[in-house]
């Protein structure tokens, strides 16, 4: 390329044709397909919202808009040369990522409810490789086009359009206007920044207004406190009882299972076994999931603390994952031999590292399995009917106790389960396909402990059945789980079915964290150096208030204190308090009737709660 090319493409480059014409044609678009989305969404999950509630749930959007466009001609105004050409530059690159993100919130938020948050996004990168069935199952052709239409509009309409609209923007601002357009930027991202008091702030704001100021929001959650109440259990190890007998263990974790108590009205039972066997069973009259991911309800479940809250799986780490003992490990110690087994594929959440830390002696993941003559299971894995036959090898090979963990699979999203005939529980077509694949889980359980019958080990064994977290379909504009902190996302299927004792109710709400200490109860062990252990369902001591988190930090917890259940929103929106012994699908709600001082003592107790756990795992992990 001769000298006189390269220097016309510099200064080509450094002075763009038609510059303010493209820069309004790549800075529009942004703008209305931010305001068409979120009305899109108002529309999706408040039908019928008066112009009143469309506006104040719009306004953060129109604000920010307009201060996205104003915000790159102000720069390029009162920039020069280079430096306006870079300028002209990035704002089409910043356009076209802000225009992708817009575009992929919505999305998401039509499939879930919660916004696209900043560890969404990391989770989401470091995982990519095992979320590409996820992905795949919600690549809608509307999903693809709107992309499509944002990396367009910003990137190539321009060059197209700028030179037509180029002729409108020419003149030079005086010094006033240049003045006026820096005060009403600063306006508009103030206003960008307000939600009304009655609207949720994570649905009102637009969406890179939310994602901007979250990590602020978020510093400030949480209460700096070191005197909470204490969540180390210690070094713990278990004491054999004189005499007793050490049956063997059954933990059976049901993935994405909510308490029936919490479905509507259904054309014909849909888990008749369980239904069954809480006649026989100890079953608190509500049981809850702790964090309503299944990493982290695992942990609950398996080893009796709070799990480590954050979204990078830390649970799975190879050093001090879980900085305590967990049953597997408990139970190994006096001769127990163990082994997990998941019809979901090993490496999504490093349940091999995660099982490893829990002190199973051998894990087995539906990737070990023969898969010849069963059926997909949603794009995790496949129907749960393909364990019973290694499970059954296993069995026949244990000379002594043993303890013996699984996950199903086939209730998770996106609930398709192949080669079955579908059965009409209700009208929901979405609801309807969950419903079948808890169906299935629900006969997989039967079929389970008709296999122990068979092989002489039913009465020899305890059976923990519970839920790793519940799942919503939009009855508090909240789809699946993770954010889930309504009674359909975090009550959940909760049975201690041993065949020597006689069925309970216990009226008491509990959590997953009394499993283990009712485990070893039931074994014939006492726990020894247990200080933050809850209460054995057993022992006839109360137990403590649950307290329950979403996955997304800041984003929602709950206190259930008996009948009455408040959750706490980090000053999204007000707070709000049921009674759940009247109102079990949380649909009257009576904050009104509390004053705010016996509301932020609950809401105080959950948070303690949290910081306690981090705390926890901090010291832990520094020593």
């Given amino acids: 390329m001769s000298t006189q090319k390269r220097r016309t493409l510099r200064e ?57 466009i104003l915000l790159w001609f102000v720069l390029c105004v009162f920039s020069r040369g280079w430096l306006r050409a870079v300028l002209f530059y990035l704002a089409h690159i910043a356009s076209c990522v802000v225009g992708v993100y817009i575009v992929v919130n919505h999305e998401f938020g039509l499939r879930t409810g919660n916004p696209l948050t900043w560890d969404t996004m990391v989770y989401a990168f470091t995982q990519g490789d095992q979320l590409a069935g996820l992905v795949g199952s919600e690549m809608t052709d509307s999903a693809i086009a709107l992309l499509w239409t944002i990396i367009a509009s910003t990137l190539a309409l321009p060059l197209l359009v700028g030179r037509l609209i180029d002729p409108l923007l020419r003149w030079r601002p005086r010094k006033g206007v240049k003045r006026a357009a820096v005060l009403a930027l600063v306006a508009l991202l103030f206003g960008s920044s307000w939600t009304a008091p009655t609207a949720s702030a994570a649905f009102a704001l637009a969406a890179p207004v939310r994602l901007a100021v979250s990590p602020v929001r978020d510093a400030f959650a949480y209460p700096s406190v070191s005197d909470a109440w204490p969540t180390d259990p210690g070094e713990t190890t278990l004491t054999p009882r004189d005499g007793a007998q050490h049956r063997n263990l059954v933990l059976i974790t049901l993935e994405s299972q909510r308490a029936t108590s919490t479905l509507p009205e259904t054309r014909q039972p849909v888990t008749p076994v369980l239904d069954a066997l809480a006649a026989d069973s100890i079953t608190p009259r509500r049981g809850y999931s702790v964090f309503p991911h299944t990493s982290k309800a695992l942990t609950a479940v398996t080893c009796g603390i709070v799990p480590p809250a954050d979204a990078a799986n830390s649970e799975a780490e190879p050093t001090d994952g879980i900085p305590a003992a967990c049953l597997p490990a408990l139970l190994g110690e006096q001769g127990y031999a163990s082994k997990f087994f998941q019809t979901a594929t090993e490496h999504f959440e490093r349940r091999r590292g995660t099982a490893a830390n829990f002190g199973y002696d051998e894990f087995m993941p539906v990737d070990e399995m023969s898969t010849v003559g069963f059926h997909r299971a949603n794009y995790f ?243």
Avoid at 51 to 68: C, H, I, N
């Fill in 12 to 68: 080509r480059l450094a002075a763009p044709t038609h510059l303010w014409g493209r820069l309004a044609t790549t800075l529009i678009p942004v703008a209305v397909i931010g305001v068409w989305l979120k009305l899109i969404r108002i529309d999706r999950f408040y039908p019928g919202s008066d112009l009143l509630g469309t506006l104040t749930k719009v306004s953060s959007d129109v604000a920010f808009g307009a201060a996205w």
């Fill in 381 to 623: 894995g496949y129907e749960e009917d393909i364990m019973l036959e290694p499970q059954r090898e296993w069995l026949e090979q244990q000379e002594g106790p043993f303890m013996l963990g699984m996950l199903t699979v086939t209730g998770h999203h996106d609930y398709k389960l192949e080669g079955y005939e579908e059965i009409d529980f209700v009208d929901d077509p979405l609801l309807n396909k969950y419903l079948n694949s808890i169906h299935y889980q629900d006969a997989f359980v039967g079929r389970l402990i008709d296999m122990f019958k068979e092989l002489g080990l039913y009465e020899d064994t305890v059976f923990i059945i519970t839920g790793d977290h519940g799942e919503g379909f939009g009855e508090h504009r909240v789809y699946q789980h993770d954010n889930t902190i309504y009674e359909e996302g975090i009550r959940i299927p909760y049975l201690i079915h041993d065949p020597l004792r006689e069925g309970q109710v216990l009226d008491d709400p509990t959590d997953q964290l009394a499993i283990l200490p009712t485990a070893v109860d039931l074994l014939g062990f006492d726990l020894v150096g247990a200080e933050g252990y809850r209460p054995s369902l057993l022992s006839g001591e109360e137990q403590p208030p649950v307290v329950a988190t979403c996955y997304a930090r800041a984003r929602c917890m709950a206190t259930i204190d008996g009948d009455m259940k408040v959750i706490h929103h980090f000053g999204d929106r007000r707070d709000e308090v049921f009674d759940l012994s009247t109102d079990n699908y949380e649909r009257v709600d009576l904050a009104d009737q509390y004053d705010e001082a016996w509301r932020n003592r609950h809401s105080e107790f959950a948070t303690k709660w949290y910081v306690a756990a981090e705390n926890f795992y901090e010291a832990a992990r520094e020593q």
